[in-house]
């Protein structure tokens, strides 16, 4: 009887973990001057593949970042679609970030709805990303008011957490410190 209690225990255990910890947490209300926190999560707490999304309250407007880790370099990535509801604002975008002195690449699909992707690869810093999530709401012809619901996408990856939480704490520091003087 012992056994079968511990058996089920753990069962419902591991269900539970599975269950509530694949769920997706979203953060309403996020402003502009939230979003270096965010990233830094991205930078710092999630694996190969994760995901970072700041969906505008009010449109159907979004920004979205991807995670990579290739030969232990961790970066990010910015990827924004020529697609219908983004389409009136994809040149705006392309401008901004030209002017910011951002790099990127186009991206051709085959598809008729996404004919391309405008990617900013290899985004090494919170700042840099900062800076481009910035200059992509300006585009789209949002301000420091608005609000977005924000969401993470992927696994969490203890390793890389214990590698970055130093460098992520020293970088809130820096941050936190500069914009309380």
């Known amino acids: 009887m012992t ?22 947490i979203y953060y309403k209300k996020t402003r502009i001057e939230d979003f270096p926190r ?34 232990g370099k961790e970066s990010l990535n910015f990827g924004f679609p020529d697609a219908p509801w983004s389409r009136m604002y994809f040149d705006r ?29 290899d985004i090494s810093s919170i700042e840099e990303a900062s800076k481009i999530s910035i200059l992509v709401i300006q585009a789209m012809g ?15 990856n203890m390793k890389v957490w214990r590698a970055n939480s130093d460098k992520y704490n020293k970088y809130l520091k820096r941050h936190l410190t500069s914009h309380s003087s």
Not at 5 to 20: K, S
Not at 46 to 57: P, R, S, V, W
Not at 98 to 121: H, P
Request: proline share 0%; net charge negative; hydrophobic share 40%.
């Open 3 to 24: 056994w079968l209690t511990i058996i089920v225990g753990i069962i419902i255990v591991w269900y539970l973990i599975r269950v509530l910890g694949s769920k997706l």
């Open 38 to 71: 965010f990233l830094g999560s991205l930078m710092v707490q999630f694996d190969d593949g994760g995901l970072l999304f700041f969906q505008h309250e009010g449109s159907d407007r979004f920004l979205q970042f991807v995670k990579y880790i290739q030969d």
């Open 93 to 121: 975008v392309k401008e901004c970030l030209q002017s910011g002195n951002i790099s990127f690449e186009i991206t051709k699909t085959e598809r008729e709805d996404t004919r391309s992707f405008l990617d900013v690869y």
């Open 142 to 156: 949002l301000s420091s008011e608005d609000t977005f619901t924000t969401h993470f996408e992927g696994k969490f």
